[in-house]
């Protein structure tokens, strides 16, 4: 054969023997192994409640009838339990279970005691963790301790003597001050956020203390070891790569503190983050982020932030002091201001989420004050100087700036300001604007404004429980006071600032309810609101002048028109000009000889300040142009009502009176407004119209 001939055969017989291999049997490959699928970002939230029904309590059972008193964090096992820290005045470690039943797993009243898990005792447990074996990790808060719930059913004390301080060493002379934060590594180490020492701590596995980052002071410094700076530490997660994730609230950042010890800052808060009080990192390094506002922010490994939930017209949550990360990708929540538990997960078909259920029941029961004002005498009459819902400005010129949020009482400057209910600090954040108009405390649910948190007129805290803050220079910077925190009724919470009363609002920051519901000692109110004009106002806001015979022209076809009702009230006793508010504010529509059309045989009662909307649209929704203290240096506000639009039950919601199913013709609208006590408005409550054809 020649040469080529032989090349031919020999590429015939080398296909021959590759496509004869394909058809010999062969050892079965083993599959390729693959990770998790990667996190996806601004995915859409359906937020579900897990447990918890909104009311303060102590209930185990089915999850929707379960109670908690102050369900802080939470941690998930392997097997999809939910243990939750559930402070207030439980004091109990909880467990949420796939079926969706709650059962208590430790503890039994505030106090101090290890030993067998229903016989222990806590004082506001705060944060919660698991190590690989199953034990049960708490930020013990009240008590200054780390505590242990063992697979044995046993609660023992893993570290800290009990007395607020600071000191490393061995784990049971070691002293930490309320720490709120915990997590655990593989190897058993035990991290700690030593809230008001403003450290990272680890416990180490052979029983010592010791301190990776943080110093004498609160401070924001990145670095490494004791030069570095944190204020307020209250949450820590673990990442893949053994990084701890550190929520430093007063920072408003997320902090990075690595093996090597190095801290570092990761997500700086100030945009869609602020003040974040939890924080939950996934395989890949996305972050989930509770804050202080409500919201539930995404951060990817890149430093995107997007809220998934807290940011209109996404619902908002009361406190979301605890997020963890379950086996399908979603998210628990610990909803502490709530008292409920959640579940976030991803709509898998992008459907849109149904309506949430977020925030405490709206009609659970109020803070038992037995009718005490915060002022003394506690059992008198105290003038009221402002209600829920009030129109108010700002500082440069614009009237309709917020809706006043509480129930103000008019006091001198320098009165003590007393609690009206027996309360714990529940919040890292009790305190706020030191030095300012608006200084306040949180205390429960009651929030006490427009004075000195803790001090007396010449500065002075009233004891120990108030811990004063200095900047450099020596100027008072923050009044600390610690989660878990008692006092008493009666007790002296500050003394009122130059705004000469006290601001009183009830319940968490988005969910206000109308603090005149508490029932006032002495308070009453036979006035009868006074009305003194209707009119309409047309696409661009303006009035619409009534024709020749006094009746207003409304077009039949068009966008609608808006109807406003100009109000005000007062209370027994109080001074002839102080005008407050009114409760609620509606409308009727009449033919031309005084009956009621169908369906408006009752007034319809859009505007009701029985709840603080949470959207800051709701002032300009509720209130028209030239509503509030529209000259300079007047002592008059006007109370201008958008009645055609609804703020009430914490809906905000815009609209206009559409008469386009009507025939022409005369129509009357009359307005009616109402106090908290039932007064029926009076005064110019009638508008004529006319539609025209």
């Known amino acids: 054969m020649k040469r080529w001939q032989w090349m031919v055969v020999a590429v015939v017989v080398v296909t021959a023997a590759g496509l004869a291999w394909t058809f010999l049997p062969t050892a079965v490959q083993a599959p390729v192994a693959r990770g998790p699928a990667p996190t996806p970002l601004g995915w859409q939230a359906h937020i579900e409640t897990a447990a918890g029904d909104g009311v303060d309590g102590l209930r185990d059972g089915a999850g929707a009838q379960a109670r908690f008193a102050d369900p802080y964090a939470l941690a998930l096992d392997g097997n999809g339990v939910a243990y939750i820290a559930d402070a207030g005045d ?28 229903l016989q222990a005792q806590f004082n506001t447990p705060s944060g919660i963790a698991l190590d690989a ?60 956020a030593d809230t008001y020492n403003d450290r990272i701590r680890v416990i180490e596995p052979d029983g010592n203390v010791r301190t990776l980052g943080g110093g004498d002071a609160p401070g924001n410094v990145d670095g490494i070891g004791a030069e570095t700076r944190l204020d307020t530490p209250v949450a820590l997660a673990l990442d893949a790569h053994g990084n701890l994730l550190i929520a430093d609230l007063y920072n408003d950042a997320i902090r990075r503190l690595s093996p090597d010890g190095t801290l570092r800052t990761q997500v700086v808060g100030g945009g869609v983050l602020s003040g974040p009080l939890s924080v939950a990192v996934t395989h890949d390094d996305v972050l989930y982020v509770g804050d202080i506002n409500g919201k539930v922010v995404q951060v990817s490994p890149q430093g995107h932030q997007v809220a998934l939930a807290g940011v209109a017209p996404q619902p908002r949550f009361a406190r979301p002091s605890g997020v963890a990360l379950d086996a399908q990708g979603g998210l628990y929540l610990a909803d502490a201001a709530a008292y409920r538990i959640h579940r976030l997960r991803a709509a898998a078909d992008g459907s849109a989420p149904a309506p949430a259920v977020t925030g405490p029941a709206p009609d659970a029961p109020l803070p038992a004050t037995a009718g005490r004002w915060p002022l003394a005498p506690q059992d ?18 614009e009237s309709r700036h917020h809706l006043h949020g509480g129930f103000d009482i008019r006091g001198d400057v320098g009165q003590r300001v007393l609690a009206i209910a027996d309360g714990k600090v529940d919040s890292a954040a009790a305190s706020w604007a030191v030095g300012g108009q608006g200084e306040g405390l949180a205390l429960g649910r009651l929030k006490y404004i427009h004075m000195q948190v803790g001090r007396d007129p010449r500065g002075q805290p009233f004891d120990a429980r108030w811990q004063p803050l200095l900047d450099l220079d020596g100027k ?38 109308n603090a005149v519901a508490l029932g006032f000692t002495g308070y009453a109110d036979r006035f009868a609101p006074r009305i003194t004009a209707v009119e309409l106002l047309d696409d661009l806001d303006q009035p619409i002048t009534a024709a020749t015979g006094g009746r207003v022209p409304v077009p039949r076809q068009g966008p609608g028109v808006q109807i406003v009702v100009e109000a005000w009230d007062q209370v027994d006793r109080n001074l002839p000009r102080r005008r407050l508010g009114a409760y609620q504010v509606g409308y009727q529509i009449l033919d031309a000889q005084g009956q009621p059309l169908p369906g408006y045989e009752q007034p319809r009662f859009n505007i009701v300040f029985n709840r603080m909307p949470p959207e800051n649209s709701a002032t300009v929704v509720a209130y028209a142009p030239d509503s509030g203290i529209t000259v ?62």
């Open 133 to 192: 074996a199953g034990n049960v990790y708490v930020a013990d808060t009240g008590n200054h301790r780390i505590r242990r719930i063992g697979t044995d059913g046993n609660v023992t004390t893993v570290a800290g003597d009990g007395q607020p301080g600071f000191a490393d060493g061995a784990a049971l002379q070691a002293r930490f001050d309320g720490p709120m934060g915990v997590a655990v590594d593989a190897t058993g180490r035990v991290y700690v």
């Open 632 to 693: 300079h240096g007047s002592a008059v506000t006007r109370f201008r009502y958008l009645v055609s639009n609804t703020v009430r039950d914490g809906v905000v919601e815009t609209g206009r009176w559409q008469p386009d199913a009507l025939p022409a013709g005369d129509y009357v609208i009359r307005a009616s407004v109402r106090d908290y006590s039932g007064n029926e408005g009076v005064g110019a409550r009638e508008l004529k119209i006319t539609l025209l054809p």
């Open 380 to 397: 008198g009459w105290h003038e009221v100087v402002g209600t829920l819902g009030e129109v108010r400005g700002n500082f440069s010129g």
């Open 90 to 117: 439980n004091n109990r470690i909880r467990r949420l279970h796939p079926d969706g039943r709650v059962d208590t797993l430790a503890g039994t009243g505030e106090g101090w005691r290890d030993g067998p898990a």
């Open 476 to 513: 008072l910077e923050r009044i600390r006071v610690r989660r878990g925190t008692r006092f008493r009724v009666g007790e002296p919470l500050g003394s009122i600032n130059r705004m000469a009363h006290v601001h009183l609002s009830v319940g968490a920051s988005g969910f206000e309810r």
